[in-house]
């Protein structure tokens, strides 16, 4: 099988996607579930809440709560691309 043909998250270690990519999400999910077995109950809010389309302060509750650098740094991406989008938009981020 090709590199191209990899699959991601294949039960099938041999067929394991090796790209750069696919490494960066491996490391992220795994920094998740840490979170989620070790901050049980901030993981439930944070679940809840939905961050794509979160309230500003709903967003910046978690962020000042993020119990790793982690989570903080990805609540922070989060944050940033909703002020992109409200420029672009025009439409406020409430």
Same mark, same amino acid.
């Given at each position: ?6 699959? $991601?998250? !294949? %039960?099938?270690? !041999? &067929?394991?996607?090796?790209?750069? &990519? ?8 795994? %920094?998740i579930?840490? =979170? %989620? ?8 809010? $944070?679940?809840?809440?939905?961050i ?18 982690? =989570? +903080?740094?990805?609540? +922070?991406? =989060? ?16």
């Amino acid at each position: 099988m090709s590199d191209s043909a990899f699959v $991601f998250g !294949s %039960a099938d270690s !041999s &067929e394991r996607d090796t790209s750069p &990519e696919a490494a960066a999400l491996r490391i992220a999910e795994a %920094a998740i579930a840490k =979170v %989620a077995a070790n901050f049980p109950d901030w993981f439930l809010l $944070f679940e809840d809440v939905q961050i794509e389309t979160a309230s500003r302060q709903e967003l910046t509750e978690l962020m000042s709560t993020a119990p790793t650098e982690f =989570v +903080h740094g990805l609540l +922070h991406g =989060v944050y940033l691309m909703r002020i992109e989008i409200a420029a672009i938009t025009g439409r406020d981020w409430i």
